[in-house]
T-cell receptor, first 112, second 116 residues
Framework: AQSVTQLGSHVSVSEGALVLLRCNYSSSVPPYLFWYVQYPNQGLQLLLKYTTGATLVKGINGFEAEFKKSETSFHLTKPSAHMSDAAEYFCAVIYNTDKLIFGTGTRLQVFP | GAVVSQHPSRVICKSGTSVKIECRSLDFQATTMFWYRQFPKQSLMLMATSNEGSKATYEQGVEKDKFLINHASLTLSTLTVTSAHPEDSSFYIC????????????FGSGTRLTVV
């Protein structure tokens, strides 16, 4: 079955450190890929998306992600974590329908 | 940018009653809207796809008679939880896709339903 996997349900970093959140998809046909952020008791905000074109995608709040077809990955990174980045992050994909399939989420904690 | 308004943000209801949740696209038309359910510390599970002017498409395992979806206009979809029970308590989130916009999914702020 087509799916998306987020490795690591929790990631902790120090403020100013690199953030790396992992996402892998399962398909021989590259899907459309998204990263969303969710703050407590709120909906989801789109950070960035990849559909076609440049494989390095820049999003809001200093985040970026690189689509690597050979690794079936779309990892999210940010060079320097900020306290306000603490939230739940979801990777999502669209395959051959218009339904978003979400990963299980990664909770990012940022320590001072 | 595209904005989706979801109302109410929180609701508490008694067991056996029905609750309606509204999802409105404020500055765009949305042919398709989606309803998700999220349990604490878990991911979003798609419940149904709502298409304007037609019946909703429910995911496997979702009771369509319990979760009634109506998408009567291009800017409004409603989810009614009928005969609610404590196990229906959850966080419900809608999203809308602009007509002709395949990749732009905008999410509402969610509704926390508590059934007592």
């Amino acid at each position: 079955a087509q799916s998306v996997t987020q490795l690591g349900s929790h990631v902790s970093v120090s403020e100013g450190a690199l953030v790396l959140l992992r996402c892998n998809y399962s398909s021989s046909v590259p899907p459309y890929l998204f990263w969303y952020v969710q703050y407590p008791n709120q909906g989801l905000q789109l950070l960035l998306k990849y559909t076609t074109g440049a494989t390095l995608v820049k999003g809001i709040n200093g985040f970026e992600a690189e689509f690597k077809k050979s690794e079936t990955s779309f990892h999210l990174t940010k060079p320097s974590a900020h306290m306000s980045d603490a939230a739940e992050y979801f990777c999502a994909v669209i395959y051959n329908t218009d339904k978003l399939i979400f990963g299980t989420g990664t909770r990012l904690q940022v320590f001072p | 940018g595209a904005v989706v308004s979801q109302h109410p943000s929180r609701v508490i209801c008694k067991s056996g009653t029905s609750v309606k949740i509204e999802c409105r696209s404020l500055d765009f038309q949305a042919t398709t809207m989606f309803w998700y359910r999220q349990f604490p510390k878990q991911s979003l599970m798609l419940m149904a796809t709502s298409n304007e002017g037609s019946k909703a498409t429910y995911e496997q395992g979702v009771e369509k008679d319990k979760f009634l979806i109506n998408h009567a206009s291009l800017t409004l979809s409603t989810l009614t939880v009928t005969s609610a029970h404590p196990e229906d308590s959850s966080f419900y989130i809608c999203s809308a896709r602009p007509t002709g916009g395949y990749y732009g999914y905008t999410f509402g702020s969610g509704t926390r339903l508590t059934v007592v």
